[in-house]
């Protein structure tokens, strides 16, 4: 958000009728499965990346164009995409102490069991492995640009390890989030997040 | 935070924030201010200075440290320098506010493309007590093209030493040190034995 991320320019993108009638529909899945979160596609914006938040008592889920309709993100991509954003809402694991969201590894997890688990209800799969393939060449080497502090103390803020852990199905959580465990979470009944705009 | 692929700068920088301004770090700079008649947050500061003289942060990749103070020098904006700096002299002055969170979460809203922060309203428990947050709400980031200015920014106006005041200790006299001192001298002097004269 405040410092550059990887980007796909817009005349890079794939703008295809069939890419955004595709990305339609697996939004409106996930908002049929999971009503109480909203999702927006910002067309506009190019940074390869989504990203949760709670604005005025709302989940919303922001799928920036940059990675919606990046040419090497496809189904697999795109659904992990989505659940792990969802997961930031809807898991109950580890909490993010400023804001009310779960913390990286909590969505990460909820994302391939929970979520994957919800989806499958309905009739809809995806492939993990091929999703964090296609994550990893549409991002690129920026993957690892984390501070060795971060890096070390949460596997969900190192690429390689986050692979790795997901893929062998070790997604442990904690009950504090190990990054930002010493930091206290708001004692005024959790009402943090709550933001006029 | 939050996102899918996290940004290991921004995580850095709202960490060591959030980190800052709750617990005894928080209660050691309110000591500082109150004990120093440091205007910390006073409106005519620069967020860049205080930043450097919290030492907060990021540490790696792309010029990390420059960039970031000229992002809080030239392209925050005076508003939100403002702003912010309005609400943390609020929250430090007031012994209730147990903490400040901080957050960015990206904004599509704004037109021209711009910053803006968002102070979240006081919501106090039963005994008082709240925390406040401060949220950068963005539209684009950084330029990866902008090569940052990583030296020491100068001094604000009625900045009181040090430059730097530690988190984890205040090197001032608190009045309860200052009286526990008094009375041990007292008694020292009172259990002395008086000098034998010399024949």
């Given amino acids: 958000m405040i ?3 990887p980007q796909q320019a817009v005349e890079q993108q794939d703008r295809s009728a069939e890419r955004i009638s595709q990305v339609s529909r697996l939004v409106a899945v996930f908002e049929a499965i999971f009503p109480s979160v909203h999702y927006r596609v910002l067309n506009t914006v190019t940074a390869i990346n989504a990203q949760a938040s709670f604005v005025n008592g709302a989940c919303l889920v922001d799928i920036f164009g940059g990675l919606a309709f990046h040419p090497a993100i496809r189904h697999d991509g795109l659904v992990f995409m989505l659940l792990h954003e969802t997961g930031h809402h809807l898991s109950d694991g580890c909490k993010l102490p400023w804001a009310h969201l779960a913390c990286e590894c ?3 997890r909820w994302a391939t069991a929970d979520g994957r688990k919800a989806l499958e209800e309905k009739g809809k799969t995806f492939r993990l492995e091929a999703a964090l393939q296609e994550i990893e060449h549409a991002v690129g080497p920026q993957l690892q640009d984390a501070a060795p502090t971060l ?10 390890k986050r692979k790795r852990t997901l893929l062998v199905g070790q997604t442990t959580i904690p009950k504090t989030c ?3 465990g010493a930091i206290k979470r708001s004692q005024s009944g959790g009402r ?3 933001i006029n705009t | 935070m ?3 692929i996290p940004n290991g700068n921004d995580a850095e920088v709202i960490n060591k924030l959030n980190d800052r301004f709750q617990g005894n770090k928080l209660i050691n700079l309110r000591r500082h201010i109150k004990g120093k008649s440091d205007d910390f947050f006073a409106s005519d500061r620069h967020l860049h200075r205080i930043s450097y003289r919290l030492n907060i942060f990021p540490s790696t990749g792309n010029r990390p440290k420059g960039r970031w103070y000229l992002f809080l020098r030239d392209l925050i904006g005076d508003t939100n320098r403002t702003k912010i700096l309005a609400a943390l002299k609020g929250a430090l002055d007031d012994e209730k506010c147990v903490g400040v969170h901080f957050w960015a979460r990206f904004n599509p809203k704004t037109n021209p493309p711009d910053y803006d922060v968002d102070i979240s309203p006081k919501h106090p428990d039963a005994n008082g007590e709240y925390w406040i947050t401060i949220t950068l709400l963005c539209d684009h980031e950084i330029d990866a093209g902008i090569s940052g200015d990583p030296s020491v920014p100068p001094a ?3 900045e009181k030493s040090p430059v730097q005041p530690s988190p984890l200790r205040w090197r001032g006299k608190s009045p309860k040190r200052a009286l526990k001192k008094a009375a041990k001298k007292a008694v020292s002097k009172v259990g002395k034995k008086p000098a034998k004269k010399r024949k």
């Fill in chain 2, 156 to 158: 604000d106006n009625g």
């Fill in chain 1, 192 to 194: 943090y997040g709550l």
């Fill in chain 1, 106 to 108: 909590s969505a990460d």
């Fill in chain 1, 151 to 160: 890096r070390i103390s949460c596997w969900a803020m190192n690429w390689q």
């Fill in chain 1, 3 to 5: 410092f550059d991320q």
């Fill in chain 2, 2 to 4: 939050g996102s899918l």
């Fill in chain 1, 178 to 180: 190990r990054i930002s």
